[in-house]
């Protein structure tokens, strides 16, 4: 049996046309475009790879099982996301670039509003975990000017790789926020960031298996902020050095973000004389440059 390919393809588009024409009616533009354009995109897939019946059915069955596993308190389809690099995209193409600016990348399934406020040389740490590590830095306009007042978010995960969230005592540790001062200064105790594995007990972590990807990340300090007239930026800092910085399961890092985190022999005087004993800690330093907000 021979097959008529032009027919077959006539058939495959005709298909495609009938279903972009359903979406005629829809009164929101925007809907509209979008819902065409993925049914392009996915009708188009679907010709390209030939994909099977079962093979459709497997997928169905893993979106299910995506759906399953997610609740109030793990959102699997956020790790769907950002492990198929499209939550990293989605952060690029809504955050386009000017010039100088700080980079922004995923924004991640831990941030919590209400975090604690903390005062300029306070400690986030809440008890958690860590090696003790002081950040600070300036938050800027793309003219170089400071930027006071600005809230500054910080979030991060402890020593053994959780965020707070992630236990069920109901803790808050390792997140707070603080504002800049008058020169857009900055400056705050935490934890020296350390990898640690995305949740892949679940059917995203059986995708990661599959291809054989890895489920960590690289070590980072998650930052959100925020003041009048400036785009928000929600971004990482990274930690130079670290093995990971170039397979990071949810291809987060970028080259501007990786920072220096320079480790401090136990009895090294502290920024702020706080004393840490026999502890060692470490410090590092992250400007952050604001672009300017949509008018």
Known sequence: ??????????????????VLASFSGTEDDRLRELMCSLTEHLHAFIREVRLTQDEWA????FLTAVGHITDDRRQEFILLSDVLGASMQ?????????AGETEATVFGPFFVDDAPEVERGGDISGGARGQPCWVEGRVTDVAGRPVPGARIEVWEADDDGFYDVQYADGRVAARGHLH????????FWALTPTPYPIPHDGPVGGLLRATGRSPMRAAHLHFMVSAAGMRTLVTHIFVRGDDLLEQDAVFGVRDSLVEDFVEQPAGTPTPDGRDLG????ARARFDIVLAPGTP
């Open 1 to 18: 049996m021979s097959t008529d390919h032009d027919e077959q393809a006539r058939r495959e588009r005709a298909l495609t046309d009938r």
């Open 58 to 61: 497997k997928a169905i069955g």
């Open 90 to 98: 989605t952060v690029t193409v809504n955050n386009e670039a000017v």
């Open 180 to 187: 800049t001062d008058e020169h857009g200064g900055y400056r």
């Open 278 to 281: 026999d502890r060692t800690w």
